[in-house]
C-alpha cells in the first residue's frame, strides 16, 4: 500500500492535477509534510509550519531556484533568485520607491476601473479575465514601471511577450522563444530613454540605485520580473476571486453595503489565502540541514537538494486554518503566507493588496446586481498548469 502511495505522491501528479490540487495536498500532507519524492529527488513541503520555517532560514538559498527549470540565462539576476547583502538592497530600493507609488496612484486605478466597468454595463457583458483583472494589472505595473499607458496596443504587445517569458521560466514551453529577445530589448530601449527622462517610476529609481544594479542586464531581469509578477498576481487573483465572490454575492453584498472599505480588507486578505496566486516557491538546502526533531518524520536534507515550498498548499492547512476550504470573507485571524515569508517575502504585497481592494471595491459598487455565468461562453483555464488560473471567465451583467 505505501508503495502504491507513493507512485502517487509525485510531483508530476500535483502539476496534471493543477485545476484541483487540494485533494492531493491533503493526501501528502496527512502522509509527510515533507515529503521527498524521488522521481524528482526534491522535497515538497505542503504544511505551513515547515514551509514558514524553511522560508526563514538562510540555509535554505533562493539563488539556485532560477535553475528548478530550464530558463533565460536573465532569470538568475533577478531578485528573487538573490541571496544575502545585495538581495536586501535591491529589496529595499522596491520598498522604497512602491512606498512613493502606493500613495500617488489609487485614484488613478481607480478611474480605470471604473471607466473599464462602465464600457462592461453598455455591453451588457463582461469577461472577468479579459475585461477587467488583465487591463487593471497591466495598467498599474506598467504606470509604476514608468512605461507609457497611453499606446495600449504597444502595451498588449509586450503583455504577450511577457506572458510567453512567465510560461517558460515556470517550465511551460509554450509561444515562441523569439518574444524574450523581443520583452528585453523593448526595457533595453526604456532604459535608454529612462537614463535622460527620469520620473518618479521604479524604473528610474532602479538607474539611481548606483552599485545595485550593477549591469543593464540585471537592470532588464528586474524590469521583467516586476513586469510580469506584479501583473500575475493581480490578473489571478482578481480574475478568480470575483467569479468566487459572484457564488457568495448574497453573503457579501449586504456585507458591503454596511462597512465596504473593511469588509474590502478582509475580502482580498481571505482571496489571497484561498486562490493564492503564487503556487509554489523554491529553495536550495546550502548544507546537511536535518529538521525531524522540528517536524515528524524523517527530514535529513542533504546540500543541494531542492525544496518546493506549496503556498498554496500551505495556506489550506487543516493545522493553522480552521476549515481551510471554506472561503470566509471574514476569516480573523488570516495570517497566510501568499506572498511568501521571511527576508523573500514579496516587495511588491503593499501594492498588490492595494490594487485588488480598488478593484474589489470598485467593481462591489458598481455592479450591485448579481452577475450571471454565461450560458453560452463556459470558463477557459489557463494552460499553463505552474501558474493557474481563468484565462477566461465571461459573466452577464443585468
Given at each position: ?5 507513493n ?5 508530476s ?26 522521481s ?14 524553511i ?6 538559498s ?52 471604473h ?26 505595473i ?10 495600449m ?16 521560466t ?20 526604456l ?6 527622462n ?41 480574475g ?21 472599505r ?41 546540500q ?53 481592494q ?41
Amino acid at each position: 500500500m505505501q508503495n502504491q502511495q507513493n507512485k502517487l505522491l509525485q510531483f508530476s501528479q500535483i502539476r496534471r492535477q493543477y485545476k484541483q490540487p487540494h485533494n492531493l495536498y491533503d493526501m501528502l500532507r496527512s502522509q509527510d509534510q515533507i515529503f521527498f519524492d524521488r522521481s524528482i529527488q526534491s522535497w515538497l513541503v505542503t504544511a505551513y509550519g515547515p514551509s514558514v520555517a524553511i522560508l526563514d532560514d538562510s540555509r535554505f538559498s533562493a539563488e539556485l531556484g532560477a535553475n528548478a527549470v530550464a530558463t533565460p540565462p536573465s532569470v538568475s539576476k533577478q531578485i528573487l533568485f538573490l541571496d544575502g547583502e545585495l538581495h536586501q538592497q535591491a529589496q529595499d530600493v522596491i520598498l522604497h520607491q512602491l512606498a512613493y507609488l502606493v500613495r500617488d496612484i489609487p485614484n488613478k486605478i481607480r478611474d480605470f476601473a471604473h471607466i473599464t466597468l462602465s464600457q462592461a454595463h453598455q455591453k451588457g457583458e463582461i469577461d472577468i479575465v479579459k475585461d477587467f483583472a488583465s487591463p487593471i494589472s497591466l495598467f498599474s505595473i506598467s504606470h509604476v514601471l514608468g512605461i507609457s499607458t497611453t499606446r495600449m496596443e504597444e502595451l498588449h504587445e509586450i503583455e504577450r511577450w511577457s506572458d510567453t517569458f512567465s510560461d517558460i521560466t515556470s517550465g511551460y514551453f509554450g509561444g515562441d522563444k523569439a518574444d524574450i529577445q523581443r520583452l528585453e530589448d523593448y526595457f533595453r530601449r526604456l532604459i535608454a530613454y529612462k537614463r535622460y527622462n527620469r520620473g518618479n517610476d521604479l524604473l528610474s529609481a532602479f538607474l539611481q540605485a548606483e552599485g545595485v544594479y550593477q549591469t543593464e542586464d540585471d537592470l532588464i531581469a528586474n524590469c521583467i520580473m516586476v513586469f510580469a509578477a506584479g501583473r500575475a498576481t493581480t490578473k489571478k487573483l482578481l480574475g478568480n476571486g470575483i467569479p468566487l465572490l459572484v457564488e457568495h454575492w448574497s453573503t457579501i453584498q449586504p456585507l458591503f453595503q454596511k462597512q465596504p472599505r473593511s469588509l474590502v480588507k478582509q475580502v482580498s486578505e481571505e482571496l489571497l489565502r484561498y486562490i493564492t496566486p503564487t503556487r509554489y516557491l523554491v529553495r536550495q538546502a546550502r548544507e546537511d540541514v536535518d529538521l525531524s526533531g522540528q517536524f515528524p518524520g524523517a527530514h535529513h536534507i542533504k546540500q543541494g537538494e531542492k525544496i518546493f515550498l506549496f503556498l498554496e498548499a500551505a495556506n489550506r492547512d487543516g493545522g493553522h486554518f480552521p476549515q481551510p476550504d471554506q472561503f470566509q470573507p471574514q476569516r480573523r485571524p488570516n495570517k497566510h503566507i501568499a506572498f511568501g515569508y521571511g527576508t523573500h517575502q514579496c516587495p511588491g504585497a503593499t501594492l498588490a493588496r492595494m490594487e485588488i481592494q480598488i478593484a474589489l471595491e470598485t467593481f462591489l459598487t458598481m455592479i450591485s446586481l448579481r452577475p450571471e455565468m454565461s450560458e453560452t461562453m463556459p470558463p477557459i483555464w489557463n494552460p499553463n498548469p505552474n501558474l493557474g488560473g481563468y484565462s477566461s471567465c465571461p459573466f452577464r451583467l443585468r
